[in-house]
């Protein structure tokens, strides 16, 4: 019975640890890429893809062209 309750304590303790760590571990790699700013404007020698504003109109004549 003592070596049953035993090895429950000693399960119980490491998935805690295990538990803390992979917690611990999440945060430091969600505090990284928070850093990181996605939506900066391009640099080198980027393109635009559409040089000027179209009209509504023509807005929907391509995407049903395009089938989305």
Known sequence: ???ILWDTM???IIFTICTFLF???LKLLHREYE???RFDPPQGPAVKVFESQSK???RFHIIFQQGE
């Open 1 to 3: 019975m003592r070596t």
């Open 10 to 12: 000693k399960i119980f």
């Open 23 to 25: 917690y611990y571990g």
């Open 35 to 37: 850093q990181i700013h």
């Open 56 to 58: 509504l109109k023509e």
